[in-house]
């Protein structure tokens, strides 16, 4: 099955700030690569699906990019409501879905 | 609006079994690929079973395989997951998620509130 590894594992930013994440896939993926955010105590929020596609409703300053196995999503200016841990995860049609370990962001 | 509403978690021994149950409303349940993701507690996601809208189609990550089964009722708008032969390692919040497309699994866009999950003697 297909691995994913995310970095860093955390980061402390300053509110203003370019915070840019990778996720790098086991093997090529293609697109199917997406992005989600998770506050403390609640449920994950999709952010970009397919790699670069933003999902509706989200603030433009999150953006991802790549494909294969390289990936990075960026948030252009950091704000405060911000904080918290963002997770890649690939999905395919053999063996599911699997998620990365995470990047918790956070403000310096 | 889109909602899903897990229900069931509890305390079980080592080797017990449990039903998770996912309550749908705001959408087409019937045409919608769903599928139960966990976190254990402090841990990250880790995706555990997908099911098509049909019911036909269905996946599960190798840490279930031959433990955890997935279905649904269409006419009840419920997505299940029968759990046997628990171990502690399957302590988690259970989400219940909804495909962003009527395939699974894609992209997960709406998700439960959870239900939790722990397995100890």
């Known amino acids: 099955d297909i691995q994913l590894t995310q970095s860093p594992s955390s980061q402390s930013a300053s509110v203003g700030d370019r915070v840019t994440i990778t996720c790098q896939a086991s093997q090529d993926i293609g697109n199917f690569l997406n992005w989600y955010q998770q506050k403390p105590g609640r449920a994950p929020i999709l952010l970009i699906y397919d790699a670069s596609n933003l999902e509706a409703g989200v603030p433009s300053r999150f953006s991802g990019s790549g494909s294969g196995t390289d990936f990075t999503f960026t948030i252009s200016s950091l704000q405060p409501e911000d904080i918290a841990t963002y997770y890649c995860?690939?999905?395919?049609?053999?063996?599911?879905?699997?998620f990365g370990p995470g990047t918790k962001v956070d403000i310096k | 609006e889109v909602q899903l509403v897990e229900s069931g978690g509890g305390l079980v021994q080592p080797g017990g079994s449990l039903r998770l149950s996912c309550a749908a409303s705001?959408?087409?349940?019937?045409?919608?690929?769903m599928n139960w993701v966990r976190q254990a507690p402090g841990k990250g996601l880790e995706w555990v079973s997908g099911?098509?809208?049909?019911?036909?189609?269905?996946y599960y990550a190798d840490s279930v395989r031959g433990r955890f089964t997935i279905s649904r009722d269409n006419s009840k708008n419920t997505l299940y997951l029968q759990m046997n032969s628990l171990r502690a390692e399957d302590t988690a919040v259970y989400y219940c998620?909804?495909?962003?497309?009527?395939?699974?699994?894609?992209?997960?866009?709406?998700w439960g509130q959870g239900t939790l999950v722990t397995v100890s003697s």
């Open positions: 705001g959408f087409t349940f019937s045409t919608s690929a």
């Open positions: 099911i098509s809208g049909g019911g036909i189609n269905i």
């Open positions: 998620a909804r495909d962003r497309v009527n395939v699974v699994v894609t992209a997960l866009l709406h």
């Open positions: 995860q690939q999905y395919d049609n053999l063996w599911g879905a699997t």
